[in-house]
């Protein structure tokens, strides 16, 4: 889904009663398939991995979703991939590589996107997994910027990254703008996004794409929970299942945004201070 025109068209094939395949499990996956379950769909979703969001959030927060999407209906294909999509003239049922056969009358695909970089390249930019930018948003070209998806950016705490969420590529455009206009500063945003399945929130915040542990503030079971990445002994992301607030928004002083000096700061903290609740988290910063 990267035009009006393809979100229409999926739209109109979701009418109460289908049956859809959803391959894919990240957050496209994810939104797609609890969208379509509260259309009244019928939804397989297929996924390489034992749960949603497993790589960008780790096995135990992994599991909570993976419970939220199988109570809500949806028949989760776990550690398998497609083998064929097959039918007369359109899909009509997927093969899975692990012996699945899943009836449907359409199927959606989120399994990532390559970003569209062949311009830039063909002009001389230097490019890896999207056009490299530096801290200004400037590419290797003279006076050519770029911003969101299609940018690779150095950040001054996670390194070089590329970032495919609405946030980054909101925030990413007015930096490219200031620094076209002279009045740039280095991008250093923490990275947040957020994403509803059902009528659950989830929030994220800073970029942890490896961690040496999870420390949980609150029980999962209870599906309002806090989740921390550590690596090096300080947080580089907080996670927030309807809990925490929204870390973007000028009026919500919420848990997530008092995490953000943590993350920002690379503080070390003691993980049984951060698990528990009666640490406010604003008070780790100082210790």
Request: glycine share 10%.
């Amino acid at each position: 889904m990267r035009t009006l025109d393809e979100s229409d068209r999926l739209r109109a094939e979701a009418r109460p009663g289908r049956r859809a395949v959803v391959v894919g499990m990240g957050f496209i996956g994810c939104e797609v398939a609890a969208s379509l379950r509260q259309l009244g769909l019928e939804v397989a979703a297929v996924l390489p991995r034992r749960m949603p969001l497993e790589r960008v959030l780790g096995p135990r927060v992994g599991a909570v979703l993976a419970d939220v999407h199988r109570e809500h209906g949806v028949d989760l294909v776990a550690e398998d991939s497609v083998a064929a999509f097959e039918g007369d003239g359109r899909v009509e049922r997927v093969r899975t590589k692990g012996g699945r056969t899943l009836e449907c009358d359409f199927a959606v695909v989120g399994v990532g996107v390559i970003p569209n970089a062949e311009l830039l390249e063909l002009a001389g930019a230097a490019v890896a997994n999207g056009v490299l930018v530096d801290p200004r948003c400037r590419t290797t070209l003279p006076d050519v910027y770029a911003a969101g998806d299609v940018a690779n950016h150095w950040h001054p705490l996670f390194g070089r990254v590329r970032v495919e969420h609405w946030n980054n590529a909101f925030q990413q455009g007015e930096a490219a703008a200031r620094s076209l206009l002279d009045e740039g500063e280095d991008y250093d945003y923490l990275h947040s996004f957020w994403s509803e399945q059902y009528e659950h929130r989830i929030e994220y915040l800073g970029l942890a794409d490896r961690w040496d542990d999870v420390v949980l503030r609150g029980a999962p079971a209870s599906r309002e929970f806090l989740a921390f990445y550590l690596r090096d002994g300080a947080v580089r992301a907080a996670f927030g299942l309807d809990r925490g607030g929204d870390p973007e928004d000028p009026a919500d002083d919420g848990e997530l945004k008092a995490c953000a000096p943590l993350i920002h700061d690379g503080v070390p903290v003691d993980s049984a201070r951060l698990a528990d609740e009666s640490v406010g988290l604003a008070s780790l910063h100082s210790c």
